[in-house]
């Protein structure tokens, strides 16, 4: 007897997905027996076992991993929320979680927050609606009482590149020790005026690299000028570097405080003694080649998501705070002396 295909009746123009009873139907045999082969179980003989291979294969059937999920507790996906999926340093990050989340056999879902503390809201409670199986957030503000109720029941949570609100594991980067070493090796170089162009203070990573460059000042003995200090969107950087470079004592070199602002100087024309936070594309074909202070996306992704899914799994140690180095890679920029 020639196996045919189980046929549904046609609603509306559509089949709709075949289901177990279909491939039940279909290769004559229990729904029990299809359970067991899809799931990979015992107790089938290769011959039934191959019929319902067939079946599945002829219908297209695909298993309902959601529905399976749910019935053992778990959804198999998890939530990550970043400030711009656009920018090259989260895409990295991204890229990482969702590497790591493979691996575990998860799905990402992933939204970006543009800096908006309602957004970065709506984002992780619709992520938790959807019974992810835990959380990785970029925090976009510092409240995050929102989110107890949600770890209280029992979904983890990974803050990354920022701390949050709440007591939860925590990977950053060494910013004020990258900005410092960045600054440090200006100076070095004989410089005495460094100027420093980050982005909005308000934003903690900009904040700590601030705090790097004062740091790096400091300890070379030499005064904090506020009029060589700029903080803002990167779209200001042209203007307040030009503002800089027509005061009476200019400065000699710059240091920038991520890759958007690098890239919003280096649009202006100037070619200033200079080392940049964050690394970028194309940055050793210029001339000079741009010196930078290095993260790791990667890493940091990677790290958030292996310590994420240690909580999935049922670690139940204290928070962690992890803080992952940087590195200073010299290209030219940032080797030059004074004029």
Known sequence: MTDRPHRRPATGGSRGRPTMKDVAASAGVALKTVSRVVNGERGVNAATAERVRSAIERLGYRRDESARGLRGGRTSSVGLVIEDVADPFYSGVSRAVEDVALGYGSLLLSGSSGEDPRRERELVLTFCSRRVDGLIIVPAGADHEYLRPELEAGTPAVFADRPGGLEADTVICDNAGGACSGVAHLIRYGHRRVAFIGDSASIFTAAERLRGYRRALAEA????????IATGPPERAG?????????????????TGNGRVTLAVLRTGHRLPMVGF?????ADLLVPGVSVVAQDPAGLGRTAAELLFRRIQGDPGPAEHVELPTRLIPRGSGELPPP
């Open 278 to 282: 964050d690394d970028f594309e194309l």
């Open 221 to 228: 003995g030499l005064p904090a000028d506020d009029s060589l």
């Open 239 to 255: 203007a307040a570097l030009a503002r800089m470079l027509s005061a009476r004592t200019p400065p000699t070199a710059l240091f």
